[in-house]
Structure formats: structure tokens, C-alpha cells
């Protein structure tokens, strides 16, 4: 398979706008024997336009199997997509191609409001009856077996959730992979807090021809202005309905004001909420991809608990050392995790479970990787850490199958944030220790990586030395983050053997304020020793985590702070899988900001989204008896 069709599924642009014929693909050897072979052409219709159930009619291409140009008079299984981001984009029409030569009918659909597709777009709200009454409709065509698979990542993953959670008709099986879910929880808001990403992402919807007013030249033209000069609004926030150019979009602007309002995890979040009551979810064989580098990365891995025990499947996860919509890269940011961490053939690697679950094949499912197991994770660390011919860090992994998730061999182990900045298994016998430091929200600190997408112009993705540079916008200085008074380094002594971490993670905090709201941040970090490759070391960069102080005790309800006054924070950070190599450090920051890749506290308990004044606060960290505060590690033994 060349290069480009490496990345088909993950990839969104346009294809044909017309009836057209395209020969089938040849197919690829690494596949299962059992696997469907490139036999058929394949005859596209497009732009049929779908009802649904209100009346709205909705832009769909469909690829059939051909035989001389004439479609196969047969019943096919069908993979459905649908997406934002134009079935017409030349990656979407690929897939069609792609399956549709091996007896499958593909059917891609523009989402509601998204560039052919009539009515108004709104996030995610409409996707799951919108899905479902296009599976319904599926069911009811002479080419259809009545079985489909969904497919397709972020929005387009959220998209397959969404008719899952509807129990559409005929729905066979999904493969969310990144896939929006749990909005309120660890994805737009996180902890209270709003991942700025999803600024950026309404704004580029509405510049883009998807949207109506994207579409008229004039207006265009006044969003790309508004993108050019994306980081000086960003420093200029919140945003106010009716005072940008986004007012001219006006179902985007109004969801993001909203979004940044709305930090309580509620009604308004209830679309892809799965966590909130799985058994909403239709009773399927589910597989769910993330990477630990992902945006999404949280919620896949929550997922899966969540699913693997409410519903029979059965339910697969599969987490790559990837960021958003990579899994045929075996790199990213400052690192490599070496040549085995890409999927070189996705495609082929998904058309696996679509082989088994739509058309009965008997093939590696439950017999041979990637499918021996209903886990199969990325371990990172256990490379040699020299510098890669294109100049990055040889941080390495390997892959290894598991029966589950987080794994049952588990030792969760408490490591302690010390007065004198160690990090240690023991906590601090004081009776009375603390941390004090200033935040100003006018000087956060700037973020330099982590699990992040929809980044384009205001942040980079991935696993990145921490500190600053000419990369960073807002951090230009070259300077280590840990050099900054508001951050708090925890770190342990060398390790004197490898030390495996594998799973979820949290860092239980107390801590205080001078202000009636503000945030706590944490990021775990992998300690490299200085080198003749990297003379100052590497502070890699692993999973990051926030919580708002106004939502401590609950995501529902919003509770502000009495100043000076000692409370219990929890951060729950990204899940990973990484071996911290002996003579590396395990090192905690703690701070109060990590900016654009969170909206920063003003610190004046003014409502979310609405506030004019921004103040310091004095917080203050407690790491005494009384007031332990640490991190839960998961931690793995060795063999």
C-alpha cells in the first residue's frame, strides 16, 4: 500500500462530484488469508441526497461494488461515514474505493449543516438521529445486507458513538478511533476547565467551505482575517457574543460562547456522554484506537472500561505512542518511538474486523496480534536515547497484548511531593511544610506539548523537551519550563532500576488560595540524564492533567473557595505506558497553568466566560503529615 493510503482513514478533503468508475486496489499481502480481496470496481454515486426524519436531506456518496461498470447485483455489508470535514475529500473517496473493491458498499455522508448537506449544524446533537435514520435508510436499499460497520476518527469517531448511543437499526459494529466522547469530562471541558483547541476548531469550521458562510467570499474573508490573528484574540479572551467576526457564523459562535460558559458537566454535555450511562450504548462488537499523545486519549481508554463492563461486544482497545490522527507515524514533536509504533497499512489492519464482524470470516480476531487479545498497548521508554539520524530522541517501545484494562497486576503506588523537592515513595514527616507561588494569568505558563489536536497555529502536539524557544509563541525564551517560579518540580533520585508505569493516573493535592477560584496543574515527566546527544538532558513530556478549583468537589456543581482556606484537589491526567530507565528521574510539575492548551483562571470567581478583570493569586501547595499530597502511579512489575 503506497504512503497515502497509509493515512485514508484518519484524512479528510474531496473527491468526485460526478458518476465515476475506479478499478479496485490490489490488495495486501501482511492481511489474514481470509481477508477480502481487491476483486471489484467500483461505481460511485454522489450527492444523493438522504432523508431524515424532519425533512432535512442530507449529501451522501455512495461506492458499490462494479463489474464493467455496472454495479454487482448482489447484497453487500456496508461501511458507513460521516463527517464534517467534506466527503468529497480525496482520502474519504480512497476509502470508498478501498472497501467497495473488496465487496463492501460504502456509504459517506456530509453531517447536518456541513458543506452540501441542508439544515444547521450544531455539535454533535444531531448526529446520533441523523446517523440512525441514515442506517435505517441503508437497510432499506437493494444493494444492502442490512449489517453495517461505522468508520472514522475524532468528529468522525464522535459521529460513530453518537448512532451507537441511538441503537440505530442495523448497526452491526463501530471503530471509533479518537473519537469524541465525554465532552464535559476530559475533552472540551476538562475538569471545568476549556481546551482552548476546540476554540480554534469552531474557527476554522466556520473559515472553511463546510459552512454556509464560509462559502460567501466576503465573509471569508473577515474569518481568515480572524484566524491570521488567532494568538492575539486568544490573549484577549473570553469572547463575546457579537464582537468578532465569528458573529457572522452564527450557530459557531454561539456554541463556543456557550462551551466556554458552561464548565459544569450537565445536560448541555449529554451528547457522546457514554460515561455517564453506558448502557445507552447498543450491544455491538466495539473497537476503540487511541494514543497516548492524543486529545482523546482519556476518554478511549475510559471507554473501554466503561463498555467492557455493561455491554458483551466484545470490546477492543488498541493505544499507539501516537498523537491525533497518526498511527501510521512512528514520530512526533522532539521524540521517536521507533519504526514497530506505526501502522503502516490501517487500512488493511481495520478491514481485519471488518471481515470478521460483517462478513463472518474466520481471521486473526482472537488468534494472532492485533487481535490476540482485547488489549494491545505501546509500552514507550525502552529505547536508547541516543539522537535519531533526523535529530529526534530515541525514546523507543515495544508493543504487548493484554487481557485487560487498566492491567490486573497493577501496583498502585504513591509517590510523595517532599519540602525539599524530592518525589518519594515515603511521605514527609513534618508536622507543617508548604509550597507558596504566585500566578499571574498574564504570564501562564506557555504549553509545549502534550495531548493535544485541532492545534494549527496556536500549539504544538506531542512529546516535546520542555522548555521554551523560538517554537513556542508564548514561551520564546530558551529556558527550561522547571526555571519558572510557578512551576514545582517534584522529582525522585536516579532510578536504580527500570520502573514500568502503565495505566491511569492521578495526583491528589492539597492545597490553598488567596483567590475564591483557581486552577491547579500537574504533567509527568520523563527524566533524561545529560548525554553527548543531549548534553542538557531531555524532560520528556508524558501526560498532563488540570483541574478548575470551583469544580474540586464536583463536575456538576460549581462551589468557589473560601481564601486561605486548605482543600483536596484531584487532577486526573492522560493514561500512559511508559518505562522510566534506570538512572532517569520521575519528575511531577505542578503549577497553575498550562496555556493555549487551557483557558486560563482570571483567579476572581467571576462566572466562566464572562470575566473583565484577571488578578494574582498566592497558592499555596500543603506537603506535610497531615496533608500528604502525591501522585498514584501504576506501577507494573517486572517479569
Not at 98 to 107: E, I, L, M, P, T
Not at 414 to 423: A, H, I, K, S
Not at 587 to 598: A, G, L, T, W, Y
Amino acid at each position: 500500500m503506497n504512503a497515502e493510503l497509509t493515512t485514508l482513514l484518519f484524512r479528510h478533503g474531496w473527491g468526485m462530484l460526478c458518476l465515476v468508475i475506479v478499478s479496485g486496489l490490489t490488495s495486501n499481502p501482511s492481511v489474514s488469508h481470509a481477508a477480502s480481496e481487491a476483486r471489484f470496481d467500483v461505481l460511485v454515486q454522489s450527492d444523493v441526497m438522504v432523508p431524515m426524519r424532519d425533512g432535512i436531506q442530507l449529501a451522501t456518496d455512495i461506492y458499490l461494488p462494479a463489474m464493467k461498470g455496472v454495479a454487482v447485483g448482489e447484497k453487500f455489508p456496508t461501511i458507513l461515514e460521516r463527517t464534517p470535514y467534506d466527503k468529497k475529500d480525496k482520502f474519504d473517496a480512497s476509502i470508498g474505493n478501498f472497501f467497495a473493491s473488496r465487496g463492501y458498499a460504502v456509504v459517506i455522508q456530509d453531517t447536518r449543516g456541513r458543506f452540501k448537506s441542508e439544515g444547521i449544524w450544531h455539535m454533535l446533537t444531531d448526529d446520533g438521529k441523523d446517523g440512525s435514520d441514515t442506517c435505517i435508510w441503508i437497510g432499506k436499499q437493494p444493494w444492502s445486507n442490512n449489517r453495517i460497520g461505522m468508520i472514522g476518527n475524532s468528529y468522525v469517531g464522535g459521529t460513530q458513538h453518537a448512532v451507537a448511543l441511538e441503537k440505530a437499526p442495523n448497526l452491526t459494529t463501530v471503530i471509533p478511533h479518537d473519537a469524541m466522547s465525554n465532552l464535559g469530562v476530559q475533552s472540551i471541558r476538562n475538569a471545568g476547565a476549556f481546551e482552548l483547541r476546540f476554540w480554534n476548531w469552531i474557527i476554522a469550521r466556520a473559515a472553511g467551505g463546510g459552512s454556509r458562510q464560509g462559502r460567501d467570499p466576503i465573509l471569508k474573508a473577515a474569518f481568515e482575517e480572524m484566524m491570521a490573528n488567532r494568538k492575539s484574540y486568544l490573549l484577549n479572551l473570553p469572547l463575546r457574543k457579537g464582537t468578532t467576526p465569528l458573529k457572522f457564523a452564527p450557530e459557531y459562535e454561539e456554541w463556543l460562547v456557550e462551551a466556554m460558559k458552561h464548565g459544569a458537566n450537565d445536560e448541555f454535555w449529554d451528547q457522546n456522554d457514554i460515561l455517564g450511562d453506558p448502557s445507552r450504548y447498543k450491544d455491538i462488537p466495539v473497537f476503540l484506537i487511541g494514543g497516548w499523545y492524543d486529545s482523546w486519549g482519556g476518554n478511549t481508554s475510559a471507554n473501554f472500561q466503561a463498555l467492557s463492563r455493561t455491554i458483551k461486544g466484545p470490546v477492543y482497545l488498541t493505544m499507539g505512542p501516537w498523537i491525533h490522527d497518526k498511527p501510521a507515524e512512528s514520530s512526533h514533536g522532539q521524540v521517536s518511538f521507533g519504526s514497530d509504533a506505526a501502522i503502516p497499512n490501517p487500512l488493511a489492519w481495520q478491514l481485519e474486523w471488518y471481515d470478521h464482524w460483517l462478513k463472518g470470516l474466520d481471521n486473526s480476531l482472537g488468534k494472532s496480534a492485533p487481535f490476540a487479545t482485547p488489549v494491545r498497548i505501546f509500552v514507550m521508554g525502552t529505547g536508547d536515547g541516543r539522537k535519531t539520524p533526523n535529530g529526534r530522541l530515541n525514546h523507543g517501545g515495544y508493543w504487548r497484548d493484554e487481557l485487560e484494562w487498566p492491567l490486573a497486576r497493577t501496583r498502585y503506588t504513591n509517590y510523595y511531593f517532599r519540602p525539599d523537592g524530592t518525589l518519594a515513595v515515603s511521605p514527609a514527616s513534618d508536622s507543617a511544610s508548604s509550597t507558596s507561588y504566585g500566578f499571574d494569568p498574564l504570564n501562564p505558563v506557555p504549553t509545549v506539548g502534550g495531548n493535544i489536536s485541532s492545534a494549527s497555529g496556536i500549539m504544538l502536539q506531542g512529546a516535546w523537551n520542555q522548555r521554551g524557544g523560538e517554537h513556542i509563541w508564548n514561551g520564546t525564551d530558551p529556558i527550561p519550563l522547571s526555571a519558572r517560579r510557578d512551576v514545582l518540580v517534584f522529582q525522585t533520585e536516579p532510578l536504580v532500576d527500570d520502573v514500568e508505569v502503565t495505566g491511569e493516573i492521578e495526583v491528589k493535592l492539597w492545597a490553598s488560595s488567596t483567590a475564591v477560584d483557581t486552577d491547579f496543574t500537574a504533567k509527568l515527566i520523563d527524566v533524561y540524564p545529560p548525554s553527548p546527544d543531549f548534553p542538557g538532558g531531555f524532560d520528556l513530556n508524558l501526560e498532563d492533567g488540570i483541574v478548575r478549583a470551583r469544580f474540586r468537589q464536583s463536575l456538576e456543581h460549581e462551589v468557589l473557595m473560601q481564601p486561605g482556606t486548605t482543600y483536596p484537589f484531584t487532577i486526573k491526567l492522560y493514561p500512559t505506558s511508559n518505562v522510566f530507565k534506570k538512572g532517569h528521574r520521575i519528575r511531577v510539575d505542578i503549577s497553575s497553568s498550562n496555556f493555549p492548551r487551557f483557558d486560563v483562571n482570571p483567579n476572581t470567581g467571576e462566572p466562566l466566560g464572562e470575566h473583565r478583570r484577571m488578578v494574582v493569586a498566592t497558592n499555596t501547595l500543603i506537603h506535610d503529615r497531615g496533608h500528604p499530597s502525591h501522585i498514584v502511579l501504576p506501577i507494573i512489575p517486572a517479569p
